[in-house]
């Protein structure tokens, strides 16, 4: 009795409740991250006269940022037409290279290089291929003050010439048709000086080569008939070959965007050659000159695919070595353009 009244009094009992426990305190707010802006300085890379200082970019600018901010005070020098770089003897950066993350500190200086009047590339390929397809033409057709007099709008009497004739035009219009609705263009400009390198080019060489095949004395290839059938079917693989590998990058890149993947063979038995080749685009279209120049047994047509397998072959090795930079997992067994050779 005694032990149950001081439990009463002191108020513990086996069934008294426990006490309520604290509330937590309200975490203080956090506080605001400090933006650290950066003070841009654009120098002209001859002259090193300040062109413009811009102050207060924000760290995730982009260089076509500072591009564009450049070009709204020196509107004639537009985002296209600009280079800039860290060094004056230092490759441009690229446009989606952010400002935080290059080599700088908050006071960043760049050089200013003008690079000229710019055309799309896209320009540029109608320019490169409706030339040679109308040139070759005026040729087989045997315009006046092309030949003789005598022969003025005559037709050969050889059927590989009228073969030649749709190979070529095939050929090219096959190209155009692509850049009007295949390519995605990574770069969207070029200086417009090359226009006239690239150009003349294309148009000498088809000028050169339609001359001696649409020549009144033109004489068919050795082996005659067979030899114009196999090379025409060569030519014509290798045409399909270079479409299909068109559409394949087509479908690799998406619209708008410059992210790279690593091309694979697709379903299409044509890309399965993307399995030994890193550029089967080249290596498609060296195999349809190489079918052309069999076909009409020319040594201009012979010289035409020398220099242009030459070109391809170095475009092939830089494009090789660019994915090899880019991703760590890309097929080891693949050579830039000739499997297992080049």
Not at 293 to 303: E, G, I
Not at 312 to 339: D, N, Q, V
């Amino acid at each position: 009795m005694d032990t149950l009244a001081l439990e009463a009094k002191s108020g513990k009992s086996d069934g008294a409740a426990a006490p309520a426990p604290s509330k937590p305190r309200p975490k203080p707010p956090k506080k605001a991250r400090r933006i650290v802006y950066f003070e841009v300085e654009i120098l002209h890379i001859k002259t090193r006269e300040k062109l413009l200082l811009l102050d207060k970019v924000e760290p995730t600018a982009t260089i076509l940022d500072i591009k564009s901010l450049f070009h709204k005070s020196n509107p004639q020098w537009y985002p296209a037409r600009q280079a800039l770089c860290l060094d004056p003897k230092g490759k441009p950066l690229r446009d989606e290279d952010i400002l935080q993350e290059l080599p700088v500190g908050t006071t960043a200086t760049f050089y200013f290089k003008d690079l000229g009047s710019q055309m799309t590339w896209g320009t540029v390929f109608l320019i490169e291929c409706i030339g040679p397809l109308v040139i070759y033409l005026l040729f087989y057709f045997r315009l006046p003050l092309i030949y003789t007099p005598k022969y003025e709008f005559t037709a050969s009497k050889h059927l590989v010439v009228h073969i030649a004739c749709m190979c070529h035009s095939f050929h090219y219009g096959k190209r155009i048709l692509e850049t009007l609705f295949v390519h995605r263009f990574s770069h969207g400009t070029m200086p417009m000086r090359n226009i006239f390198k690239n150009g003349s080019y294309y148009w000498c060489s088809a000028a050169w080569m339609a001359y001696y095949i649409n020549h009144p004395l033109y004489t068919p290839p050795y082996y005659g008939e067979k030899q114009v059938k196999a090379a025409l079917g060569i030519f014509l693989f290798c045409q399909l070959g270079s479409l299909s590998i068109h559409m394949a990058l087509r479908n690799l890149k998406l619209s708008g965007t410059k992210v790279k993947k690593i091309p694979y063979p697709t379903k299409n038995p044509f890309t399965w050659i993307f399995a030994l080749v890193s550029c089967p685009n080249y290596t498609y279209e060296l195999g349809s000159w190489i079918g052309f120049t069999l076909m009409t047994q020319c040594v201009p047509v012979l010289f035409f695919t020398a220099v242009g397998f030459i070109q391809m072959t170095i475009w092939a090795k830089g494009k090789h070595r660019s994915y090899l930079k880019e991703f760590k997992e890309y097929p080891t067994l693949r050579s830039p353009i000739l499997p297992f050779i080049l």
